[in-house]
């Protein structure tokens, strides 16, 4: 996977350059469908620069190889380090459930509203059982493992 998105990354940022000069040179041109083939030619490279932030967010995802848990009582943050442009997710703890161990990612998880957040993938059973004790014991003190209707 980290070779399939290292590929697109450096496609889309090839596309990405190369579309802007083009464009430059294209709106410079003074030829009557400049402006018409410009426009539609940044309007390209935009939905190109939404599908590269979300591809960015997903190279970043399997680069990462540690994550960072910052936990307070109104914000669960997520960080993964990749040098200074890692990806940062924040969730409120009002919609955060209590953490559960995944073992088909051998990973933690914890459902954000509706949605599975996975964290601390291939870490091992043991260390994973213990951060699953600690941040369930320590910020869901009333949480009990039979009251869960998933």
């Known amino acids: ?7 697109l990354m450096a496609i889309s940022i090839y596309m990405l350059l190369r579309g802007t000069s083009f464009a430059w040179e294209i709106g410079k ?5 400049a402006f018409a083939f410009t426009s539609m030619l940044i309007f390209l490279l935009l939905i190109l620069y939404w599908f590269m932030r979300h591809l960015w967010r997903l190279w970043q995802f399997y680069t990462a190889n540690r994550e960072i848990l910052f936990i307070n009582e109104a914000t669960l943050i997520v960080r993964r380090p990749l040098s200074i442009f890692g990806i940062t997710d924040a969730y409120d703890m009002r919609q955060v459930k209590p953490l559960f161990y995944e073992p ?5 998880g ?7 957040i996975l964290i601390g993938l291939n870490l091992g059973e043991a260390i994973l059982n ?3 004790e600690y941040v369930n014991g320590r910020f869901f003190p009333n949480y009990d493992d039979y009251d869960e209707d998933e």
């Open 1 to 7: 996977m980290f070779v399939l998105f290292s590929l």
């Open 29 to 33: 041109s003074g030829e009557r469908f």
């Open 104 to 108: 088909k990612h051998n990973g933690a």
């Open 110 to 116: 914890f459902y954000y509203g509706s949605q599975p």
């Open 130 to 132: 213990e951060l699953i």
